[in-house]
């Protein structure tokens, strides 16, 4: 089946340090892969996405480079901000030769960034 | 302002009681969700909508009824909840029901079930 598997949280970090969170995926077919955050208090943002191998999303700082062959998209940022504390969630969406598919999310990784 | 509005923000209910989650999207989109989302556990869809036809419905009980009355509005029908309902329900827009299509997310309503 479809599923996510991210890096438990929480992960702790000083201001302008640098982040990675895991996430592997398994999936049929040929996944798109996201990754959202989830600000206190606040629904989900689509953060950046990926939709075939090798592409990197891209998006405030934040990368991210969906890879094939160790089936992952892990997240990345040189420099964190006390601003980016949230919860991180990666997420995969499967097209069935041409049906629809749905997004599978993973648990979420919470992120605290201290000044 | 995130375009998917939601309403009430917080519920407190019995376990006898009827309510119903409102959601409105402003966005132009044809698909809405709904998503629960519990502590330390992955969110789970509950229910598609594509052009205000029900596409999924993941083995959700029926204590939940969703209504989409058209494409910029969706409620869930709520009545005889268990505690263990309690959890932050998200409702979700897209442009349309496809793989790549990012969703668009609400803030959410907080519900407890006492």
């Known amino acids: 089946g479809n599923s996510v598997t991210q890096m438990e949280g929480p992960v702790t970090l000083s201001e302008e340090a640098f982040l990675t969170i895991n996430c592997t995926y398994t999936?049929?077919?040929?996944?798109?892969l996201f990754w959202y955050v989830q600000y206190p208090g606040e629904g989900l943002q689509l953060l950046l996405k990926?939709?075939?191998?090798?592409d990197k999303g891209s998006n405030k700082g934040f990368e991210a480079t969906y890879r094939k062959e160790t089936t992952s998209f892990h997240l990345e940022k040189g420099s964190v901000q006390v601003s980016d504390s949230a919860v991180y969630f990666c997420?995969?969406?499967?097209?069935?030769?041409?049906?629809?598919?749905?997004?599978?999310f993973g648990k979420g990784t919470k992120l605290s960034v201290k000044p | 302002e995130t375009g998917v509005t939601q309403t009430p923000r917080h519920l407190v209910m019995g376990m006898t009681n009827k309510k119903s989650l409102k959601c409105e999207q402003h966005?132009?989109?044809?698909?809405m969700y709904w998503y629960k989302q519990s502590a330390k556990k992955p969110l789970e869809l509950m229910f598609v909508?594509?052009?205000?036809?029900?596409?999924e419905n993941n083995s959700v009980p029926s204590r939940f009824s969703p209504e989409c009355p058209n494409s910029s509005h969706l409620f869930l029908h709520l009545h005889t909840l268990q505690p263990e309902d309690s959890a932050l329900y998200l409702c979700?827009?897209?442009?349309?029901?496809?793989?790549?299509?990012?969703?668009?997310f609400g803030n959410g309503t907080r519900l407890t079930v006492t």
């Open positions: 979700a827009s897209s442009q349309d029901w496809k793989a790549n299509s990012p969703l668009h």
């Open positions: 999936a049929t077919g040929y996944p798109s």
């Open positions: 990926a939709t075939k191998a090798d």
């Open positions: 997420a995969l969406s499967v097209r069935y030769g041409g049906s629809q598919g749905n997004l599978i």
């Open positions: 966005l132009g989109h044809n698909a």
């Open positions: 909508y594509s052009l205000e036809e029900r596409v």
